[in-house]
C-alpha cells in the first residue's frame, strides 16, 4: 500500500441489511464480476468499468429539457426516432465520461460506479457503529466478485477488524485463489456461492466451469479453517430446481470442515428493470417463479446439514 | 385521502366501514373475545353521535351562579351534570358510565367556541371521515336555549376582544375559528394542554377521602385562622360540592344497575349487574379494593374529566400499568381474576374509552383529520427510584395492543437502558403486527430534559406520556394554555419575498420587508432574513400566549382536575390560576413548528444551487415557485435531487441543525405576561396537511397544496438511504442550543421483510436500542403495508425511500416495472417484501 491510495469501484452502499450476516449491516457491493449468471439480479455489477444507467420513466424528455443532448462530447444521446420528446443512449459511442449524469437535473443518468478509497467507505459507515454495537452487525462486501479487487477488499476489511467492526464478505468462488484467500483474510464470515455440482450444467448458466469454485471452498477450509462458512445455492428454475441438485451440494459441502449453514436464496427477477436501465437484454424475460412447495422442499433438505 | 396513514402523525384508528378485526385466531380466541366483539358491533354501522345534554345542563347552571365566585360556578355547575345527565348501562357491559348518550358520541364545550357552534354543527353532520349525527330537533335546542347566553360569555370572544389587533389579524384573518394560515391557533379549542391527572389518588383515597381532607383544610380556615386564608374557601367547597357529586353519579348507576338486574332474565347477565352495582355503591368514593373497582373507578374519574373541560388530545391514561398493578397483583395472588378476565376488564375500558370522540371546534377540519384521539397509555420505564418498571401488567397491556381488535388505547412504552430485553422483544412483536403501536418514548432523553427545567429527580422519573408525543409530571405541572402551530415554510417565503406570503391564492404582505431575495449576498443573509421572518411570528406567538394566559385565568376552573392535584389541593388553587407556588409552570412544548424538513430541504437545495454551485439562480427560482413550476420542470428536478436532510449527508444536516438552533432562540428572548417561557415542539397531527393546502410552490421541488414534511422528518421519501441514516440525521439535527426543545415526533417506515423472522425481530430490538443510545424523543414504526406500496405506485415521487429488501439485491420499489411491484404488493399483502 505505502503512499498509494488503495481504490475500489463501489457500485452501492446499501445501509440497514438484515439478510447479509449478522444484525444490521452495511453491504459494499464493488463492481465487476468473473461469471455471467443469466439469472443475474444486479447487473450493475458485472462489468469493471464506470457505467451509464438511464431511467427513461423519470428522464424529462427532449423539450423540456434535453441538456444531456448537447453535453454529450461523443454524440451519443440522441432524440428518439419513435418518440420525439424522448431521449436515447446509443451504447456503441458512449465512452462513459459520465458529463451527461452530473447535468441530468433529475438523475434519469446516472454514473453506476464510484472509485472509492478504504477511507471514504469507511467514513461512509462509521456513523453506523452504533447500531452495529447494538446488533452486533457490521460491514458485508459483496459484488460482484469482490476477488477482483482483492487488494481493496483485503485493506478495507482488515481495518474494519481494526476498528472492531464485524465483517463478512459474499463470493461466487471463482477467482484466483490468492485473490480470494486475501479477500476472505479478515472476513468473520463468508458466504460461498454454490450454484451447482454438474459441471455442464453450470457452464451453460453461468458461462464458467465450476471446478476452480469447488477446489477454493476445500482449499478455504483448509486455509481459513477458523473462519464460518455459510454455503448459498440459489434456486433457478429448470436449472437447479431439483433434489438431486441440492442433495449433490449438501453431500459435498458436508465433508468440508468449517461450513456453518447451507443457504437457498429463492430466485427473483427484480433485477429485470435493471437491464434496461443499462441497454442490455434480459435473458431470462419469460420469468417463472420458483415453485414454492418445492422451494420448501428443498430448503427442507439444506438444513439437513 | 388514500395516504392520510402515512402522513398522520400519531396514527388514528380509522373506525366505522373501513374497521379493521384481525383475523380470526384460534377458537379458543375467539370465544374469549365474545363480550367484546359484542360491545364494538355498532361502532361498525353507527357514525358517532353528538350529545347536547352536558352542554344544555352546563348553560342552566351557568345561568343561576353569575353571582358566585369563579370555582364555585364550575363546582355547581359539575354538579349538576352529575347528577342530572341520563345514564345507561348497555348489554353486555362491564365497565359503566357515559356521557349522556349511548355508543360512540362527542359532546360540546359552548363555553370555549361557543360562536363557532351555530355553523359548526351543520358541518358536523356532513358526512366525511369526521361526521358526527345530530338531530334537527338537537341544533335548535343549542340555538334557542345554549348559544344565547354564551353570545359574547365565551372564553373565545373574550380571547379575540383582547388580543392586539395586529396579532388578531396574523393569527386569524378574517375567519375567528379558523388561520389565516402563518398560526394556527388551537386557543378555546380545548381548555387545557395535553393533560393526564393522578388516577392513583382516586384509586387510594376515594373522592370521601379527598373531601374529608378538604372540610378539615376548611375548618382550618375558619376564623380562628392567623393568616386569614378566607379566599381559599371557595376552592375548597368547590372541591366538597364535587367529590360529594362525584358519588352520587356512580351511586346512579349503583341504582340503575341493581333495578336492571332485579327484571334480568338471563342468570349471568343478572349476577354480572348485581356485580356493578355493588361496585358502583362504592367506588369512586371509597378506596379500591380489586382490580375490577380499581377500573371502574378509573373511568368514573376520566369520564368527569372528559365532561368538565376539553383537553388537546383527551385526556391521557398515564401510567396504568404502576397505578392498577397493585390491585391486579393482590387480584391474581388470591385468584378472583386470571389474565383473560383482567384483560376483558381492561379492554371493556378501551372501549369506553374509543366510545368518547372528541369534537374539534374548529373550522380547520383538515388539521385534525379522523377521529383523532391521543388518550395516552404508557407502560414500562422506570420507578421513581430509578428502576425498572416493567411488571405482569406491562406485558398483558401490550399483549391486549396485539389482540384488541381496534386501535385502541394510544399506547406508548417508555424505553430506557435497563429495558428488559424479553419486554423489548414483546414490543416489538407488537409493532410488527403494523398498527404503529406502541408508539416509543425515550427516558434517557425525556429525564435529563425535565431535571433541566427544574423537576426533582424523583418526579422526573415518574414522568408520563401524554398528548401526542408529549409528557408531564402529573402532581407538579400545571400550565394548561394551549399554544399554536407556526407555519415555518411560509416564514421562508417571507423571507424570500420581502414579507410577503401567498396564502389561499391571495399574496399578502404580512411580515417584515426585510429585503429582496435576489439583493441576498450569502446563505447567511438569507438564514438572518429567515430568522428575522420567525422572530415576528413568535413575538404575535407570545402576545397570544399571554392573552390566553389571562383568559384561561378569568373564565376556566377545573375542580376535578384541580382537586386531583397535589399543589393545588396543598395551595388551594384552581389549576387555570397562574403560578400557584411550588408548580413547575412550564408549557409541553407550545411553539409547535410545522414543515421543518420542508424548509430545511428548501434551504440546502438553495444554499447548494444558487449559492455554492450557481447553477441556478434567485429569479428563477422565485419565478419558478410563483408559476408553481409550470413549464419548470428542469428546474424543479434540480431542487429535488439536491443534497437532502435525512440522509446522513452532513452538507443537508448542518443547515437543520442551524435552523434548529434558530427556532430554539427567538423563544428564549421573551416571556409571557405570567412569566413563562415558551417551549418548541415538532408534532404535527395533521397540521402539516393542512397548512400544506394553503400554501404555494416551496424551493424545495413541493408543489403548491402538497402537504409538508412531518414531525421532525424529512419529506415524504426524501430519506433514501434506509432508517439508519434517517436517524443519524435526525440526531445530528437537535442543536440541543437550549433546554427548551421537546416532543421531537419521529415516525419511521419499515419494510416488513425485515420483521418478518426471529432475526428480524431482534434486529428491531437492536434498532430501538440504538435509538436510545442516540437520544431521541420519540420513535414510531409505520411498517410498510400494500395500500402504502399502491400509493407508490401512483404517487412515485413521494416514496422514494421504499427499498426492496432481499439477500444480495438492492433496489428501490418505484424503480421496478409496474408488474414486479404489483408482485411486490400481493407479497407484502403476506407480509414478506
Known amino acids: 500500500m505505502g503512499g498509494k491510495v488503495n481504490l475500489g469501484c463501489v457500485f452501492n452502499i446499501q445501509r440497514f441489511c438484515v439478510h447479509d450476516g449478522p444484525g444490521i449491516r452495511d453491504v459494499i457491493f464493488l463492481k465487476g464480476c468473473t461469471m455471467k449468471c443469466k439469472w443475474c439480479c444486479n447487473p450493475e455489477s458485472q462489468s469493471a468499468d464506470k457505467e451509464i444507467a438511464f431511467k427513461q420513466d423519470v428522464c424529462l424528455g427532449s423539450v423540456q429539457c434535453g441538456r444531456c443532448i448537447n453535453a454529450c462530447p461523443s454524440n451519443a444521446i440522441i432524440e428518439s426516432k419513435n418518440d420525439k420528446s424522448a431521449i436515447e443512449i446509443n451504447r456503441e459511442l458512449c465512452v462513459n465520461c459520465s458529463k451527461c449524469a452530473t447535468i441530468c437535473p433529475a438523475r434519469a443518468i446516472t454514473v453506476m460506479g464510484k472509485l472509492m478509497s478504504v477511507n471514504e467507505v469507511i467514513n461512509a459507515v462509521k456513523d453506523n457503529s452504533i447500531f452495529y454495537r447494538r446488533s452486533g452487525g457490521g460491514l458485508t462486501v459483496s459484488g460482484g466478485e469482490p476477488a477482483l479487487q482483492a487488494e481493496f477488499v483485503e485493506c478495507l476489511l482488515r481495518t474494519c477488524k481494526e476498528m472492531g467492526l464485524d465483517t463478512a464478505i459474499e463470493t461466487c468462488g471463482y477467482a484466483k485463489w490468492e485473490d480470494l484467500r486475501r479477500s476472505c483474510e479478515y472476513a468473520n464470515l463468508i458466504f460461498y456461492d454454490i450454484k451447482c455440482l454438474d459441471p455442464k450444467k453450470h457452464k451453460d448458466f453461468t458461462g464458467v466451469d465450476n471446478e476452480l469454485i469447488i477446489g477454493n471452498l476445500i482449499k478455504l477450509s483448509h486455509q481459513l479453517r477458523d473462519t464460518s462458512v455459510i454455503v448459498r445455492t440459489p434456486i433457478i428454475p429448470d436449472f437447479n430446481d431439483n433434489q438431486e441438485d441440492v442433495r449433490s451440494i449438501l453431500k459435498f459441502i458436508s465433508k468440508l470442515n468449517n461450513i456453518k449453514q447451507y443457504e437457498l436464496l429463492k430466485y427473483h427477477s427484480l433485477g429485470e428493470v435493471k437491464y434496461k436501465q443499462l441497454g442490455r437484454k434480459y435473458e431470462l424475460s419469460n420469468f417463472k417463479p420458483v415453485n414454492e412447495k418445492k422451494f420448501k422442499e428443498l430448503q427442507k433438505i439444506s438444513k439437513e446439514l | ?833
Not at chain 2, 420542508?598 to 454551485?613: G, H, P, R
Not at chain 2, 442516540?774 to 421504499?802: G, Y
Open chain 2, 1 to 833: 385521502m388514500g395516504d392520510t396513514r402515512n402522513e398522520s402523525s400519531c396514527i388514528e384508528s380509522r373506525i366505522g366501514n373501513e374497521q379493521i378485526f384481525k383475523g380470526p385466531t384460534i377458537e379458543e380466541d375467539k370465544l374469549k373475545r365474545e363480550r367484546v366483539k359484542k360491545l364494538l358491533e355498532d361502532f361498525r354501522t353507527q357514525p358517532p353521535k353528538v350529545s347536547i345534554e352536558r352542554a344544555r345542563l352546563l348553560t342552566m347552571s351557568f345561568k343561576e351562579t353569575e353571582d358566585l365566585p369563579l370555582e364555585l360556578r364550575w363546582a355547581k355547575a359539575m354538579e349538576k351534570i352529575l347528577k342530572e345527565i341520563s345514564i345507561s348501562i348497555d348489554d353486555n357491559e362491564l365497565i359503566v358510565g357515559n356521557c349522556g348518550e349511548k355508543g360512540r358520541h362527542g359532546i360540546l364545550f359552548p363555553e370555549l367556541r361557543g360562536g363557532w357552534l351555530a355553523k359548526g354543527l351543520e358541518e358536523l353532520n356532513h358526512k366525511d371521515e369526521n361526521q358526527f349525527i345530530i338531530s334537527e330537533q338537537d341544533i335548535r335546542v343549542v340555538k334557542d336555549e345554549i348559544l344565547p347566553y354564551w353570545k359574547g360569555r365565551t372564553a373565545h370572544d373574550a380571547f379575540l376582544n383582547m388580543l392586539p389587533e395586529d396579532t388578531r389579524n396574523i393569527v386569524f384573518g378574517d375567519d375567528d375559528y379558523g388561520t389565516l394560515g402563518l398560526i394556527q391557533d388551537n386557543a378555546n379549542i380545548n381548555a387545557s394542554l395535553n393533560w393526564v391527572c393522578d388516577y392513583q389518588k382516586v384509586l387510594q383515597k376515594g373522592f370521601l377521602g379527598i373531601k374529608e381532607e378538604a372540610e378539615e383544610r376548611l375548618i382550618a380556615t375558619g376564623p380562628d385562622d392567623p393568616n386569614n386564608n378566607i379566599d381559599k374557601t371557595f376552592f375548597l367547597k368547590a372541591v366538597i360540592i364535587v367529590c360529594d357529586a362525584m358519588v352520587e353519579f356512580a351511586k346512579r348507576y349503583a341504582k340503575l344497575a341493581a333495578d336492571m338486574a332485579d327484571v334480568e332474565k338471563d342468570p349471568v347477565r343478572k349476577k354480572e349487574l348485581e356485580q356493578i352495582s355493588r361496585i358502583c355503591e362504592w367506588v369512586p368514593g371509597k378506596p379500591a379494593r380489586t382490580f375490577y373497582e380499581a377500573i371502574q373507578a378509573q373511568w368514573f374519574t376520566q369520564l368527569a374529566l372528559r365532561m368538565e373541560q376539553p383537553v388537546a388530545g383527551v385526556i391521557g391514561n398515564g401510567r396504568i400499568d404502576q397505578y392498577l398493578y397493585p390491585y391486579y397483583k393482590r387480584d391474581m395472588e388470591e385468584g378472583i381474576i386470571d389474565e383473560d378476565k383482567a384483560l376483558e376488564l381492561l379492554e371493556c375500558l378501551w372501549i369506553k374509552i374509543a366510545q368518547f370522540l372528541p369534537i374539534n371546534a374548529t373550522r380547520a377540519k383538515s388539521f385534525w383529520q379522523g377521529y383523532a384521539h391521543f388518550e395516552q397509555t404508557v407502560i414500562g420505564g422506570q420507578t421513581q427510584d430509578g428502576r425498572d418498571a416493567t411488571n405482569d401488567l406491562s406485558y398483558l397491556i401490550l399483549r391486549s395492543k396485539k389482540e384488541f381488535p381496534i386501535n385502541y388505547p394510544d399506547l406508548s412504552v417508555r424505553i430506557h437502558s435497563q429495558t428488559p430485553e424479553d419486554f423489548l422483544y414483546k414490543v416489538c412483536e407488537v409493532i410488527k403486527e403494523g398498527s404503529g403501536f406502541p408508539k416509543l418514548l425515550n427516558d434517557e432523553t425525556i429525564i435529563p430534559f425535565l431535571l433541566s427545567q427544574g423537576a426533582l429527580l424523583e418526579e422526573a422519573r415518574d414522568y408520563t406520556g401524554s398528548g401526542c408525543t408529549e409528557v408531564r409530571m402529573i402532581n407538579r405541572d400545571t400550565y394548561l394554555p394551549l399554544g399554536a402551530s407556526i407555519n415555518l415554510p411560509a416564514a421562508l417565503e417571507m423571507a424570500l419575498n420581502n414579507g410577503e406570503v401567498v396564502l389561499k391564492g391571495k399574496r399578502i404582505q404580512l411580515g417584515i420587508k426585510t429585503r429582496e431575495a435576489r439583493e441576498f449576498k450569502d446563505f447567511d443573509e438569507l438564514m438572518n432574513a429567515l430568522s428575522i421572518q420567525y422572530d415576528y411570528l413568535v413575538k404575535h406567538f407570545y402576545n397570544r400566549q399571554s392573552i390566553l394566559e389571562i383568559v384561561n385565568e378569568q373564565k376556566l376552573s377545573a375542580v376535578i382536575t384541580s382537586l386531583l392535584h397535589d399543589v393545588c389541593m396543598r395551595e388551594c388553587q384552581s389549576i387555570h390560576k397562574g403560578n400557584i407556588k411550588g408548580a413547575r409552570h412550564q408549557d409541553t412544548g407550545n411553539i409547535n413548528i410545522i414543515g421543518f424538513g420542508t424548509v430545511v430541504e428548501s434551504l440546502t437545495a438553495i444554499k447548494k444551487l444558487i449559492f455554492d454551485d450557481k447553477t441556478l439562480t434567485m429569479d428563477e427560482l422565485l419565478q419558478s415557485l410563483k408559476v408553481n413550476f409550470e413549464g419548470k420542470e428542469v428546474i424543479r428536478q434540480m431542487l429535488l435531487n439536491a443534497p437532502k436532510y435525512g440522509n446522513n449527508d452532513d452538507y443537508a444536516d448542518n443547515i437543520a441543525r442551524e435552523v434548529d438552533a434558530m427556532l430554539l432562540t427567538s423563544p428564549r428572548k421573551y416571556k409571557t405576561v405570567k412569566g413563562t417561557s415558551l417551549n418548541v415542539k415538532y408534532v404535527p397531527v395533521t397540521a402539516h396537511v393542512g397548512l400544506g393546502a394553503i400554501m404555494g410552490a416551496t424551493p424545495n421541488g413541493r408543489k403548491a397544496g402538497e402537504a409538508f414534511s412531518e414531525g421532525i422528518s424529512p419529506s415524504q421519501g426524501m430519506d433514501v438511504n434506509g432508517p439508519i441514516s434517517t436517524l443519524i440525521s435526525i440526531a445530528k439535527s437537535n442543536s440541543q442550543k437550549f433546554n427548551n426543545s421537546q416532543a421531537r415526533l419521529l415516525n419511521i417506515k419499515l419494510s416488513p421483510r425485515i420483521v418478518d423472522d426471529e432475526k428480524g425481530i431482534k434486529d428491531l430490538m437492536s434498532f430501538i436500542r440504538a435509538w436510545c443510545d442516540q437520544k431521541h424523543w420519540h420513535l414510531q414504526f409505520n411498517i410498510v403495508n400494500s395500500d402504502m406500496l399502491r400509493d407508490a405506485q401512483k404517487h412515485p415521487e413521494k416514496h422514494k425511500d421504499l427499498i426492496v429488501r432481499v439477500a444480495g439485491y438492492s433496489a428501490f420499489f418505484v424503480d421496478l416495472s409496474p408488474a414486479l411491484q404489483n408482485e411486490i404488493i400481493s407479497r407484502t399483502e403476506h407480509q414478506v417484501m
